[in-house]
């Protein structure tokens, strides 16, 4: 099994990110993915997640309404777009996949995004 993150970086306050995690050795399709980040300093976080087929997602209070979390099941990929970025949002960021919300999940190695200008 692998997740690989991809897209972080360093951007201003106010820009965008996207990030993207590449996933395979598993049933892609078949899994819940999910976005969670770190910051300096405090415990890994639930940014965002969506359910196997797209229908459904959620996101965490901070993010809502700059965050939009989308998967493409025939690519194995599920994508993090980040708008409207905040330096509160400075953190390494996680791709996440459990079948069932009560499954014990793979992680990827992380991808760092810093805001700050």
């Known amino acids: 099994v692998q997740l690989v993150e991809s897209g972080g970086g360093l951007v201003q306050p106010g820009g965008s990110l996207r990030l993207s995690c590449a996933a395979s050795?598993?049933?892609?399709?078949?899994?819940?993915m999910s976005w969670y980040r770190q910051a300096p300093g405090k415990e890994r976080e639930l940014a965002a997640v969506?359910?196997?087929?797209?229908?459904?997602?959620d996101y965490a209070e901070s993010v809502k309404g700059r965050f939009t979390i989308s998967r493409d099941n025939a690519k194995n990929t599920v994508y993090l777009q980040m708008n409207s970025l905040k330096p509160e949002d400075t953190a390494v960021y996680y791709c996440?996949?459990?079948?069932?919300?009560?499954?014990?999940?793979?992680w990827g190695q992380g991808t760092q995004v810093a805001v700050s200008s």
């Open positions: 969506i359910g196997s087929t797209g229908g459904s997602t």
């Open positions: 050795g598993f049933s892609f399709s078949s899994y819940i």
């Open positions: 996440n996949a459990r079948r069932w919300m009560w499954s014990s999940p793979y």
